[in-house]
């Protein structure tokens, strides 16, 4: 079984859309990191969080302990925010970070 | 604004050949990583290191990988025979929670 999966793996939305992706981890963590993948490659970390929900402009992240899982939510979605979006975390007791496989995320005028 | 640079953007290489990716990571950060992704796929774990030592690392990290601090500021990853299947992006990335992900290597073994 894999220790973390998103859904959906793909998304197209219309600009001006609200998006969430999931993520869901079978495994003790000490903390989940929200990044974003440009279409040329780079890596961007958006959030870290333990606990609770966080928010950052238009984006927003929420994460349930309990339930072992996070979202990531997108406002007003824009043809910008078009990338892949990953979520991973750092497992407790290591200092190894375990990715999930991305969801590609297209954003249409 | 503090960044994690790589160099080389992009190595070329024959196979067997030995190559050393270098990073410089933020200079007050104690932990750094290196990272991959094979085109299509997954980014993958391969290495932490703190305190001038591994302090953990995936399956993928074996005898032919290495990683050292050469100085105060550099960060390498060094390949020793390189194999077709090496051929991805490398990323590395610095930090003690949130991490800040260098732009990658790009590296071609033919």
């Known amino acids: 079984k894999n220790e973390v999966e998103q859904s959906p793996q793909n998304l197209t939305a219309q600009e001006g859309e609200f998006i969430t992706i999931n993520c869901s981890y079978s495994v003790g963590i000490s903390a989940l990191h929200w990044l974003q993948q440009h279409p040329g490659g780079g890596i961007v970390s958006l959030f870290m969080?333990?606990?609770g929900k966080k928010k950052h402009g238009r984006l927003i992240a929420t994460i349930n302990i309990q339930e072992k899982h996070s979202s990531l939510h997108i406002t007003a979605s824009h043809p910008r925010d078009s990338a892949v979006y990953i979520c991973a975390f750092l497992k407790t007791s290591y200092d190894k970070v375990i990715f999930g496989p991305g969801t590609s995320l297209s954003v249409i005028p | 604004e503090p960044e994690v640079t790589q160099t080389p953007s992009h190595q070329v290489t024959q196979m067997g050949q030995e190559v050393i990716l270098r990073c410089v990571p933020i200079?007050?950060?104690?932990?750094f990583y290196w990272y991959r992704q094979i085109l299509g796929q997954k980014v993958e774990f391969l290495v932490s290191?703190?305190?001038?030592?591994?302090?953990?690392k995936s399956e993928i990290f074996d005898d032919q990988f290495s990683v050292e601090r050469p100085d105060g500021s550099n960060f390498t990853l060094k390949i020793r025979s390189t194999k077709l299947e090496d051929s991805a992006m490398y990323f590395c990335?610095?930090?003690?929670?949130?991490?800040?992900f260098g732009p990658g290597t790009r590296l071609t073994v033919l």
């Open positions: 290191f703190y305190n001038n030592e591994i302090s953990e």
């Open positions: 200079s007050n950060h104690l932990y």
């Open positions: 969080l333990s606990s």
């Open positions: 990335a610095s930090g003690g929670g949130e991490q800040f």
